[in-house]
């Protein structure tokens, strides 16, 4: 006997029904993520320094993630990581400062949005433009893959980054604290303030004194050479190019003693020979022109001593124990150097006797700055005491600037929060080098070149 299954009437609607469910669930399953917000990135970063939209999970996986967020926690720097979509939740030209803004920390930030990366850093994190310089090498170097340029990055990044990470800031308040409404109620807190402050008031003091009779030499032997000249505005044979070079000398001459009297810490002596530079110069083409020489081409002080005036040539040297270089020098120290003698060179006073000013310490970068720029000392200085701190990663330097760190044994010259501490949205833009800064769009034109990232589609 057959038996013969029947369906029932009901059974087709039914089942079309549980197929059109099943299709939406497929489809609702499938559909892409939509973009969360700067708010979500803002409180993740804020706990593990790494934030994945949820759009961005196909590209770069939890444990991806996971295991940054670990690498950034036993580093203990305070650098961020968020891997985004491009999606109008987040606004490409003010991306990097938002993100800043919203997570509050001194710090690098570093973004990948869609098929970009870029990133920015407060000055107090890291020196000017590194940020972005180490993005684009990271960005460059590992061909669209998102674990490996984040990766690249942070290994870069931990190396020349200040600062403790933002865990070590929490951790650590939960023990200080206490202590501190204890100290508070027998007026102890008060006092340690004060000493510390006091402590660093006279660190600046003791530096800049120690600046300021070397700036005092500089500008007296400026004056002397303006006292030497014989030059008479008014003589027969004076014009008007003339009159302007001297004119442009004498306003130098004033400019840098009034600088001097004003500076009130270190990084206030930079101005000061800068604009002995500038009168140098100016001596140096209305000589040219009572002469009737071709004019000087514009180049940078004597490397061995500024007080020389401006460089004629490049020479190779190199200091005790250190590689050779090309330096800028006077046409009598490269006259010196081409026989086998030595350059007459720039000591100062230090606790070990006059050395030369390249050996003498940090306290000379903003002197030194001031004359050379902020691109060529650090090449200049390779392999002496001051080129060494300017390129260690507890110094930042930019173009005469220098901020030790409480941490490094120097005095930080600057207000506000250090590296890892929490500032919220109180930073100053131009201290935080970055893609939305200066103008320029995000993996764009970052306001440093092409080390912003780009577009792989390009």
Same mark, same amino acid.
């Given at each position: ?80 990581? /968020? ?47 590194? /940020?972005?310089? !180490? ?33 070590? #800031?929490?951790?650590?308040?939960? !023990? ?6 204890? %100290?508070? %109620? ?205 390129? #260690? ?66």
């Amino acid at each position: 006997m057959r038996t013969v299954l029947r369906r029932s009437r009901a059974t087709g609607p039914a089942a079309v029904l549980a197929a059109l469910l099943g299709l939406l669930m497929v489809l609702g399953l499938s559909a892409p993520a939509q973009a969360a917000g700067l708010n979500d990135a803002a409180d993740s970063l804020k706990k593990t320094q790494v934030y994945v939209d949820p759009a961005m999970t196909s590209r770069f996986s939890q444990d991806q993630a996971d295991a940054l967020a670990k690498k950034l926690k036993k580093a203990d720097k305070p650098i961020f990581v /968020a891997v985004l979509p491009d999606s109008q939740a987040y606004a490409p030209k003010t991306l990097v400062s938002d993100l800043r803004t919203k997570v509050g920390v001194v710090g690098v930030y570093a973004v990948w949005r869609g098929n970009e990366f870029d990133a920015g850093a407060d000055a107090k994190a890291l020196p000017k433009d590194s /940020a972005g310089k !180490i993005a684009g090498a990271s960005f460059r170097s590992n061909n669209g893959d998102i674990n490996g340029t984040v990766n690249d990055f942070v290994d870069q990044a931990v190396k020349q980054t200040k600062g403790d990470g933002p865990q070590h #800031s929490i951790s650590a308040a939960w !023990i200080v604290v206490p202590i501190v409404l204890v %100290a508070l %109620a027998g007026g102890g807190v008060f006092l340690l303030f004060r000493r510390a402050k006091k402590r660093k008031e006279e660190k600046v003091r003791a530096e800049l004194a120690q600046l300021r009779t070397v700036v005092d030499e500089d500008i007296t032997a400026f004056g002397e050479e303006l006292d030497r000249l014989d030059f008479n505005p008014g003589a027969p044979g004076a014009d008007d190019t003339q009159r302007a070079d001297y004119s442009r000398a004498l306003d130098s001459y004033d400019r840098a003693k009034r600088t001097m009297d004003e500076a009130k810490k270190p990084e206030d002596v930079r101005p000061v020979t800068e604009a002995l530079e500038d009168g140098r110069f100016a001596l140096a083409t209305l000589a040219a022109r009572r002469e009737g020489r071709a004019l000087p081409e514009r180049r940078v002080p004597c490397f061995f001593d500024p007080r020389h005036g401006p460089s004629t040539t490049d020479v190779q040297w190199a200091p005790a124990g250190g590689a050779p270089r090309s330096v800028p020098a006077c046409a009598d120290d490269a006259n010196r150097l081409a026989i086998g003698q030595d350059p007459y060179i720039r000591t100062v006073e230090t606790e070990h006797g006059h050395q030369p000013y390249w050996n003498a310490g940090p306290a000379y970068s903003p002197w030194a700055g001031g004359y050379f720029g902020g691109g060529m000392l650090p090449g200049l200085l390779v392999g002496t005491m001051l080129g060494s701190m300017i390129s #260690s990663p507890g110094y930042a330097y930019a173009g005469g600037y220098h901020d030790y760190g409480d941490g490094g044994g120097g005095v930080d010259y600057t207000d506000g929060a250090d590296a890892g501490e929490y500032s919220g949205a109180a930073f100053d833009s131009s201290d935080f080098s970055g893609a939305d800064f200066g103008g320029g769009d995000f993996g764009g034109d970052s306001g440093f070149g092409d080390f912003g990232g780009g577009d792989f589609g390009d």
